[in-house]
């Protein structure tokens, strides 16, 4: 499979974007799909997670404003962010996670995006 994020870019504190997450195969099958995000220096986090009935979790740090939802007819995953702040500041990778709870594939190359203060 492969992922193809997009929608990242440079924005002021206050600003929203969309990213979107496209993958190679069907993931209307695929229960649960999750947004990452790796700032710099630091480990990969999970940010938010959907399961394929629409449930959704998020961070701590970002709920209420971001929003993660699918097109499973696009075989797409979005991850709508609203009141950016410059600690959103990183890479952000989409991937999906099997019962066992481990990413279930390779990493994309990820979607930067930068909030200026």
């Known amino acids: 499979v492969q992922l193809v994020e997009s929608g990242g870019g440079l924005v002021q504190a206050g600003g929203s974007l969309r990213l979107s997450c496209a993958a190679s195969?069907?993931?209307?099958?695929?229960?649960?799909m999750v947004w990452f995000r790796q700032a710099p220096g630091k480990q990969r986090d999970l940010v938010a997670t959907?399961?394929?009935?629409?449930?959704?979790n998020y961070q701590e740090s970002v709920k209420g404003r971001f929003t993660i939802s699918r097109d499973n007819a696009k075989n797409t995953v979005y991850l709508r962010m609203d009141s950016l702040k410059p600690e959103d500041t990183g890479v952000y990778y989409c991937?999906?996670?099997?019962?066992?709870?481990?990413?279930?594939?390779?990493w994309g190359q990820g979607t930067q995006v930068t909030v200026s203060s």
């Open positions: 195969e069907n993931i209307a099958a695929i229960d649960t």
């Open positions: 991937n999906s996670k099997t019962i066992f709870g481990t990413l279930r594939w390779a």
């Open positions: 959907i399961t394929s009935g629409g449930r959704a």
